[in-house]
């Protein structure tokens, strides 16, 4: 088959009605995921392959970030054609493979869009540049004269998230915006066209079965009008919870109203789930009200440190806000632009394991990250001239990215020997640090003490037990300093031990998992640091 005929309908994954009201769902980074053509990148044939790992763990939904054809300025996040596959990641057959075959194993599959911006060398932006000042192709961007006398300043005093100006100047003297990097031109949604184009992408992928999308950016679309100064440092950070006049503007939920009714007509519960840097949970929830998207992630939750009351403070907040519109709370703790859990939450091995247990137990749908369930650190050592995060060649040392995105990217080890540790028959695009075998998909398999194990128990037992997954509530009871313990309907209770003391409580009930060693004896237990028990109770 060609690239240009349309593929027969993949098969669809079992219908369950609410299926992504307790979704876990898994974040597939392709580059790093595996490597099928041996060029040291992932690609889609490698993720098709290694699918059964997905459903052996256990996830319900598979998200894809980027695959379009993209000269990979940012990872993907600069497109070039949003119905096209890059040939590094392979063709529009593999993507359909890959669809037929989650399908076929039960899972569902969410791919990522991108509506904030594309790529410099889009067609779009290519001709609306060639054409000059006048072309109204510039419409479908923000273009703007500069001030000062010759216009050779930006047109406001905008900062790219990326660091420095959000603006950049084209030899014919207009500036163009981009909140990203230069090359990633944002899109005019106050452009008819620029809508009717995205409504035509969201159709050509759920033609072809997708279930769903990640919306890149999705509270960017929409700018304040006259695009105002903001008169201080305006420097966003990645998602942040700043209140900037680019970001979470009112005027995003018409474009969301118009999507939600556009996938309703497609069987199956196609979803979208909103990647939405919001000020607060109240904000967040804006995107997913009932005639809105159907999920946002939580950032608040991901951004809350090790720490029982805090925690405690976003879990309530997160749920409080989540009840008035009816749409399920999210809990992440990890994903490609941010450092890995099992480093940020400033512990050992076994505090990530715990953060993880408790997240897997809170009302709603989780998502996971490549490589989190075989408790990969963050690899903070890798050579600058490996980096590839474009923040990272714009770093100013003062403000904004840090550019370190690659140390959670780095390709994930699937077996304990070979170059690239089974990712792929020769190198991988990042370096793999020393002792990555040791944490492979296969070194840990069947180890009952191991990470991969916990994350496997922890998923079946949320299938099976009513007492997790979806829901809207938890009841908090007492507990010592430190200590979070709370029960669910349905008969299960969560302890958590967020110190670094070892604590003797009563036992409420039967275990059921425990991230660490659970030593019990008389209606007691002793909850060791940094560890979450499940109770039947
Ligand atoms: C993505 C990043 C990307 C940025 C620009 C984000 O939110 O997750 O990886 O650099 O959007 O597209």
């Known amino acids: 088959m060609t690239q240009d005929q349309p593929a027969p309908a993949p098969s669809q994954a079992p219908a369950r009605p609410d299926w992504w009201r307790d979704a876990v769902i898994y974040q597939v980074y392709p580059r790093s995921f595996a490597d099928a053509d041996g060029d040291g990148m992932g690609d889609l044939e490698g993720i098709r392959r290694r699918l059964p790992h997905l459903r052996d763990l256990g996830v319900d939904a598979v998200w894809l970030s980027p695959f379009y054809a993209s000269p990979q300025a940012d990872a993907g996040y600069d497109v070039t054609d949003y119905r096209a596959v890059d040939p590094m990641f392979g063709t529009l057959d593999d993507a359909d493979a890959v669809l037929r075959d989650a399908h076929t194993l039960g899972l569902r599959v969410i791919v990522d869009l991108v509506p904030n911006h594309c790529s410099d060398r889009h067609a779009w932006f290519r001709q609306a540049v060639e054409e000059g000042p006048t072309s109204p192709l510039r419409h479908r961007f923000h273009f703007r004269d500069g001030r000062g006398a010759d216009g050779e300043l930006p047109p406001n005093d905008w900062e790219s998230v990326f660091g420095g100006p959000a603006w950049t100047r084209l030899p014919d003297g207009q500036w163009y915006l981009h909140l990203f990097a230069p090359e990633q031109p944002d899109f005019n949604w106050e452009h008819t066209v620029v809508r009717d184009e995205f409504r035509a992408v969201l159709r050509f992928w759920l033609d072809r079965g ?55 007509e497609y069987d199956g519960e196609r979803i979208a789930v909103a990647e939405a840097w919001a000020p607060s949970p109240a904000r967040t929830a804006r995107y997913v009200r009932p005639d809105e ?29 989540m009840r008035p519109v009816g749409a399920p709370a999210t809990w992440v703790l990890s994903n490609h632009d941010v450092v890995r859990h099992a480093t940020r939450l400033g512990g050992t091995a076994a505090r990530a394991r715990a953060a993880t247990l408790l997240m897997l137990a809170l009302p709603g749908s989780a998502y996971l990250y490549q490589g989190e369930e075989l408790g990969l650190p963050e690899v903070t050592d890798l050579p600058d001239e490996a980096r590839q995060d474009p923040a990272f060649a714009r770093r100013t040392g003062t403000s904004g990215q840090d550019g370190l995105r690659d140390g959670c990217r780095v390709p994930i080890p699937w077996t304990e020997d070979g170059r690239s540790h089974g990712f792929g028959p020769g190198s991988s695009w990042l370096p793999m640090p020393p002792g990555w075998g040791a944490l492979s998909v296969a070194a840990q398999t069947g180890d ?25 509530d938890v009841t908090w009871l007492d507990a010592p300093d430190g200590i979070l313990t709370f029960r669910r309907p349905g008969g299960l209770v ?10 003797r409580l009563p036992t409420p009930g039967k275990p059921l998992l425990s991230s660490g060693q659970l030593p019990t004896a008389d209606g007691e237990f002793i909850l060791p640091p940094d560890t979450t028990v499940w109770w039947d109770a």
Not at 211 to 224: E, M, N, P, S, T
Not at 295 to 314: E, V
Not at 496 to 503: I, Q, S
């Open 210 to 264: 997708v279930d769903g999308f990640r919306i890149d950016v999705a509270h960017g679309l929409i700018k304040a009008a006259g695009l105002p100064d903001i008169g201080r440092g305006s420097q966003a950070t990645l998602i942040g919870n700043q209140e900037l006049p680019f970001f979470d503007q009112d005027g995003v939920h018409e474009i969301y109203r118009d999507w939600r009714a556009l996938l309703d």
């Open 293 to 321: 998207l159907h999920q946002a992630f939580n950032f608040h939750y991901l951004g809350t440190a090790w720490d029982a009351p805090a925690l405690r403070g976003t879990i309530d907040a997160s749920l409080d806000a």
């Open 448 to 472: 009952p003490d191991s990470t991969l194990e916990l994350y496997r128990a922890a998923l079946a037992l949320r299938r099976t037990h009513p007492g997790l997954g979806a829901g809207t």
């Open 494 to 503: 969560c302890t958590v031990n967020t110190t670094d003391t070892a604590v």
